[in-house]
């Protein structure tokens, strides 16, 4: 009755616990590249998953082995999962994928390819951030402001970004239900700090209801 349960060789059992400390290792470098490249401060039940989730896809793939019908019984058996949580960030969906396909690679099997993927995509994560971060010298920030209606939204900010702004662009223009006008832009300051004086000036506008800036 028990034949059909394989009890795992010494080897076999080595080799799978290697690979789930080699997926932890390099999950553990990902998440660090994703703490130190991102802007805000990292969630940590994200981090936690992104580790979770490469030991978890090696496993699957470890299971899976060479069988075809193990994959489809295992796609049938995850779809029944629903995620209920949305990601916000669309660098945050890359990091998923930079860990499930690592993960992929070590239940794989191909635990070279997984750790020259691992600092490959990781020392070009670096790259861009400090790319990133070297070319937001030129002052560019996002802006959004909210003006009162029967304004003529133009002349309300005009002043202000003659005083401070060398460049801007309007992204986006609407009206909300309480029927004030959100403007979007792209603002370029002549002097990178004076951001603060500028967002005080539009925040202290009489009709200007309400004011954002994203440094980005």
């Known amino acids: 009755m028990l034949e059909f349960i394989t009890i795992p060789t010494l080897d076999t059992l080595g080799v799978n616990v290697l690979r789930l400390l080699l997926a932890f290792t390099l999950s553990v470098f990902i998440v660090f590249i994703y703490q130190w490249t991102h802007a805000k401060a990292p969630q940590k039940s994200f981090t936690d998953t992104l580790i979770i989730l490469c030991m978890l896809i090696a496993v699957v793939m470890v299971v899976i082995g060479d069988s075809i019908a193990r994959a489809f019984s295992l796609v049938g058996a995850l779809s029944i999962i629903r995620f209920r949580t949305a990601i916000q960030d669309p660098r945050d969906i890359g990091f998923v994928f930079y860990a499930l396909a690592v993960g992929m690679a070590v239940g794989a099997g191909s635990p070279a ?37 029967d304004q003529q939204s133009e002349t309300v900010y005009r002043r ?56 980005e």
């Open 113 to 149: 390819i997984a750790i020259l993927a691992t600092f490959t995509i990781g020392i070009i994560i670096l790259c861009m951030y400090h790319w990133h971060k070297y070319f937001a010298k030129d002052n560019e920030f996002a802006l959004e402001i909210c003006v009162l209606p």
């Open 160 to 215: 202000i970004f003659d005083r401070h702004v060398v460049k801007h662009r309007l992204i986006d223009k609407r009206i909300k239900k309480s029927q004030v006008i959100e403007l979007n832009f792209r603002v370029k300051l002549a002097n990178p700090d004076a951001w603060v004086a500028f967002y005080n000036e539009l925040s202290e506008h009489n009709d200007i209801t309400e004011v954002k800036i994203d440094k």
